[in-house]
């Protein structure tokens, strides 16, 4: 198994990294992606797995008859935030291939179908709405909505399918494909140090804060950087840099969070005073009180910012995920078959801040999700890491599940 790990692990490696941040940027539906996703392929065809795409752009590599019912599902999602690590994402992807040929090698034997899968768009760092292909499987994103999107440049999601060589016209909700997964299971690289702390290689999740992103538009005038006087100036940057600090001030009061971590800014010239200063606001918090709390206190903040510099201001929620609590049966289940195969494992059980496909999917089908060690607890960063024996471990935690969900 470890070799087999390895092995896909150096090979998807180069693919989308920057040479410049050492961070990927494998967005979706760009020549990195595609990589990925022929990657993904030859994994599914070297095994011998039917290998499909889903209606979505879903990748779907299946051990069994899926038509059979009551499948198990793996895998996770192979797309990047901008600049990010290498393990969000594509570790439980390759885990999950380990895990199958750890399976095979153990002589397992299925009574119930398998399959991997390769979730597309799951950071949204394209089109600016995450988790894009589980969220149409689950018929949680409109088809209208989907056409909506655009990225930066002003494609449109459509676009983009097409120029990737997908049918933009196919996707919407596949509730047919969901009714066939009797549990669903991601494994994922902690975005945190719980296990580090506690000295555990592999956790269970128990639940997801509700999470959502906002985008804030403050809109002034443009004008000349050394000639306009300040008292004459409605300045939209002043607006927003008091609504960041107000983000940090609401999050701190809460104990939740809250980041400013993209902006644009118009005309973008360093000697103009910005006509538009726009920035997307990122919050979660454990509960959803909560959560409106800190976005209600920050948005009535940014209006009396605006209203003081003459700043016209919009605030639209571009997405959002409720609270997800994980099945609990199947989590129990998890626990016991890794306490047991593992010979009395200790397996933590964490909440998490980070938003996953699994979460999208929980509302329709059962749905686990183990975490592995993150040593420093970094992650959407290039300096994001896990020990390759911690991988191991993962990837072995992987297979007893599936062993005992899929061949009992
Ligand atoms: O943003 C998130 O929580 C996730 O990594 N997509
Ligand atoms: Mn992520
Ligand atoms: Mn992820």
């Not at 059979?68 to 969000?88: E, I, K, M, Q, R």
């Not at 919407?172 to 969901?178: C, S, T, V, Y």
């Not at 047991?340 to 909440?351: E, F, R």
């Not at 993150?374 to 992987?398: I, Q, Y």
Request: net charge negative; charged share 25%.
């Amino acid at each position: 198994m470890g070799s087999s790990f390895q092995e896909m692990w150096r090979e998807l490696l180069p693919i989308g990294r920057h040479s410049d941040s050492g961070g990927y940027r494998r967005h979706a539906w760009t020549g990195a992606d595609a990589d990925c996703r022929a990657w993904f392929r030859q994994q599914a065809e070297d095994r011998g797995l039917a290998y499909e795409v889903d209606r979505n752009g879903n990748q779907w590599a299946w051990l069994g008859d899926p038509a059979a019912g009551d499948a198990v599902v793996t895998g996770s999602h192979l797309d990047s935030v901008p600049d990010g690590g290498a393990f969000d994402g594509p570790l439980g992807v390759v885990s999950s291939f380990a895990a199958l040929d750890e399976l095979r090698a153990r002589g397992a034997r299925f009574s119930r179908p398998l399959a991997v899968v390769n979730f597309g768009d799951e950071e949204g760092a394209r089109f600016g709405l995450a988790c894009v292909g589980s969220r149409l499987t689950a018929g949680l994103l409109t088809v209208e909505e989907a056409h909506r999107l655009t990225d930066g440049d002003g494609t449109t999601l459509a676009q983009a399918m097409e120029a990737a060589g997908y049918d933009p016209e196919g996707i919407g909700a596949d509730p047919g494909r969901l009714a066939r997964i009797g549990a669903f299971v991601e494994l994922h690289v902690e975005q945190g140090r719980a296990l580090d702390l506690s000295g555990d290689r592999v956790g269970i999740a128990s639940a997801i804060w509700p999470h959502g992103r906002w985008r804030f538009d403050f809109r002034g005038e443009a004008n000349h950087a050394g000639t306009t006087r300040l008292v004459d100036r409605r300045d939209p940057m002043l607006s927003y840099a008091e609504t960041v600090l107000a983000a940090r001030r609401e999050a701190e009061l809460a104990g939740a969070v809250a980041t400013f971590g993209k902006i644009a800014v118009e005309p973008n010239g360093v000697n103009a005073i910005p006509s538009l200063v726009r920035g997307w606001l990122d919050s979660r918090a454990a509960d959803q009180q909560t959560l409106d709390t800190v976005v209600g206190g920050i948005e009535k903040a940014a209006r009396e910012y605006a209203d003081a510099h003459g700043i016209d201001l919009d605030v639209v929620r571009e997405s959002f995920t409720p609270v997800v609590e994980f099945d609990h049966a199947l989590r129990d289940e998890l626990g016991r078959i890794l306490t047991t195969a593992s010979d009395h494992l200790k397996v933590p059980v964490l909440g998490t801040g980070a938003g996953h496909d699994a979460g999208i999917l929980a509302g329709r089908v059962p749905t686990a999700m183990l975490f592995v060690r993150n040593p420093t607890g970094v992650s959407h960063s290039p300096a994001e890491f896990a020990a390759e024996d911690d991988c191991v471990a993962g990837v072995h935690a992987l297979a007893d599940v599936l062993e005992g969900l899929a061949c009992r």
